[in-house]
């Protein structure tokens, strides 16, 4: 069981309306259609069961951003959760009985967050939850799942205390404490007469603001002066102010914590008024959607990352071929993440399913057994051997850092890998 700790306070469940920044290309289409969580074989309906429909499947909820510029991560997500349903119904899904992904839109605040996770657990009767896209939107919903013992996996929630939320609340997304400092240390390395550091962070989202957190620690651990910390809203569009503070300390790195809109018209601007030195963008910037937001400006940021494509194992390279014969790209960490989440509730469900059949369980039955199932297992994933705490923190070993490299046109690009 995991430890009690203190819910969040009302500070990490405020956050403004994000405007939407632009768009993505081959966004994959939603679903909002409710389905049973099971479909237990006639004359085995027991009180409480999952449902009785028509349909053979096992739904398994996806709530993330498809809305707002949230969404230029939440698309990524939906993608990665789609080619895993189509890859382990193909192998048969759950024992013969396929898996069917319902989509609920959360939106880029708390309020749609809520709004989705209680539709998810008691319209659609899903046996578990991957999402939120925010961690600023998971200290908000995911005490709600927890309280119905909903098992959710958080696919991108990094901030400190996502898996202290509750017994039923644990993530496939490495904690920024272990990711962050590699994006530091890959900067030194290109540059070991790095001395002075700017930190901005978006103080109007958690995760940005753990992220700093982390950022600035160390910063100050490996010996460099943090010359100045600026503030900024992840709604807002000019940074002309901040970036004209940082540039006059003249540091030799800056470190941006926000999302993508945001992180990328900083760094744009950033350039633009002169700004020469290393630039790394935190996990909300990891997405190849920022490079239409900063296009040729982008050239060179560093961003530490928790997955690769060119990670060697059965799953990934399954993984990576469907997302880039869809796609036409290589598939981002947030696609990872989220095919991860489907994948360990997938394999989670065979294991009970190998004990006593999912479909004659009642679903609140199901729900506590697939949350202590998860927590026990081992999986081979698209981003490495994982596994949990009894907490429920990942245990990942595979970690890296890309620098972001821009066509000549300025409007494509992609990640390159730092050996």
């Known amino acids: 069981m995991k430890k009690s700790a203190a819910r969040p306070t009302a500070l990490f469940v405020t956050c403004a309306l994000l405007l939407i920044a632009c768009s993505q290309t081959n966004t994959p289409q939603t679903s909002t259609t409710a389905s049973p969580a099971t479909s237990p074989s006639p004359g085995a309906l027991p009180e409480g069961s999952p449902g009785g429909g028509s349909s053979n499947t096992i739904s398994i909820g996806i709530g993330v951003a498809q809305t707002s510029n949230v969404a230029l991560l939440g698309q990524e997500q939906m993608a990665g959760a789609k080619i895993a349903q189509k890859y382990f119904n193909d192998q048969g899904g759950v024992d013969g009985t396929p898996i069917k992904l319902v989509f609920q839109d959360t939106g880029g605040d708390e309020q749609g967050t809520i709004n989705a996770f209680n539709t998810l657990i008691n319209q659609d009767k899903v046996v578990g939850i991957v999402g939120p896209t925010l961690s600023q939107q998971a200290f908000s919903a995911d005490p709600i799942a927890d309280r119905a013992k909903v098992p959710v996996l958080a696919p991108s929630n990094t901030a400190k205390g996502i898996p202290q939320i509750g017994d039923y609340v644990a993530r496939v997304s490495a904690p920024v404490a272990v990711v962050a400092p590699n994006a530091v240390k890959a900067a030194l390395k290109q540059n070991p007469n790095i001395k002075k550091v700017a930190v901005f962070f978006a103080q109007n989202d958690a ?13 100050k651990d490996m010996g460099l002066e943090l010359a100045t910390v600026q503030k900024f809203l992840t709604t807002d569009t000019d940074f002309q102010s901040q970036a004209t503070n940082a540039i006059n300390v003249n540091p030799d790195l800056i470190i941006i914590s926000g999302l993508a809109a945001d992180g990328g018209n900083l760094i744009k601007q950033l350039r633009e008024l002169g700004y020469k030195g290393a630039i790394i963008g935190g996990n909300g910037l990891n997405t190849s959607n920022v490079f239409a937001v900063c296009k040729a400006l982008c050239d060179g940021v560093l961003i530490a990352q928790a997955y690769s494509p060119e990670y060697e194992n059965e799953v990934n390279k399954a993984f990576r071929d469907a997302y880039r ?28 399913n190998a004990k006593s059949k999912v479909s004659e369980k009642p679903l609140a039955e199901l729900r506590t057994n697939l949350n202590q199932q ?9 981003l490495g051997e994982i596994s949990f705490t009894p907490e429920g923190e990942i245990n990942q070993k595979e970690f890296y850092v890309a620098r972001i490299k821009m066509e000549a046109d300025g409007n494509n690009g992609k990640f390159e890998f730092l050996k």
């Open 374 to 382: 998860l927590l026990g297992g081992k999986y081979n994933t698209p």
């Open 207 to 219: 995760f940005s603001k753990s992220e700093t957190e982390t950022f600035q620690t160390t910063v």
């Open 325 to 352: 014969a869809q796609f036409k790209k290589e598939p981002p960490q947030f696609s990872a993440q989220a095919f991860t989440g489907v994948q360990v509730f997938v394999e989670s469900l065979k294991a009970i």
